[in-house]
């Protein structure tokens, strides 16, 4: 496709299930970042991917919290024991490489009940 | 700690009005500047950028000026319309590193 896709557009489950949410990147684009946005903030940083490696985890709240990219591709994020507290828009970027323009998908709405 | 301080965090303005949102950041290490636009429900989109080299960069009615010595850099919206009703968030990265956002201003265009 033309641009980042992230699937599925809303999630909702309850607290204590696992999670996981994909994005596609742009073709030919080597990094990959995840981003939590809360109702009424900017996005936080989670996890930046060049290629198939994690060049920086910092950003990830706890280890409840995991991120692949086996390909160099398409990523996934991966939630355990999901909390209420979970409840935001996490979005996904990618750019040509690090430190160009990134572009954001839609976002995928996960909700926990 | 914030790296980057948007403000206001919310303007309404006329149409035709020119809203100007702006930010602060501490880290000099800091060499690229996006403004993005979020309109509800999508993800942000990249609206301009500019790097520290120059002063000022126009993009149709969308204008960032870049103040390096204060540390400061704006957005400024020409002719503003109510299509351009949405939020918008600064950010800041240097070298390879993530982007850092601003907590975001949400824009009102009335006609």
């Known amino acids: 496709g033309a641009g980042v896709s992230q699937t599925p557009s809303n999630k909702v489950t309850e607290k204590g299930k696992y999670v996981e949410l994909r994005c596609d990147p742009i073709s030919g684009h080597t990094a990959l970042y995840w981003y939590r946005q809360s109702l009424g903030q900017g996005p936080e940083f989670l996890i930046y991917?060049?290629?198939?490696?994690?060049?920086?985890d910092s950003g990830l709240p706890n280890d409840r919290f995991f991120a692949v990219r086996p390909e160099g591709s398409v990523s996934t994020l991966k939630i355990q024991r999901t909390e209420r507290g979970d409840s935001a828009v996490y979005l996904c970027a990618s750019s040509f490489r690090g430190g160009t323009e990134a572009f954001f998908g839609q976002g995928t709405r996960l909700t926990v009940v | 700690q914030q790296q980057v301080k948007q403000s206001p965090q919310s303007l309404i303005v006329q149409k035709g009005g020119i809203p100007i949102i702006n930010c602060a950041y501490e880290n000099t290490a800091f060499d690229y500047f996006p403004w993005y636009q979020q309109f509800p429900g999508k993800g942000p989109a990249l609206l301009i950028a500019?790097?520290?080299?120059?002063s000022e960069k126009k993009e149709g009615r969308f204008t960032i000026s870049f103040n390096k010595s204060a540390k400061q850099f704006s957005l400024h919206i020409m002719d503003s319309q109510p299509g351009d009703s949405a939020t918008y968030f600064c950010a800041a990265s240097w070298g390879n590193t993530p982007l850092v956002f601003g907590k975001g201003t949400r824009l009102s265009v009335i006609a």
């Open positions: 991917f060049q290629g198939t490696g994690a060049a920086d």
């Open positions: 500019i790097r520290p080299d120059v």
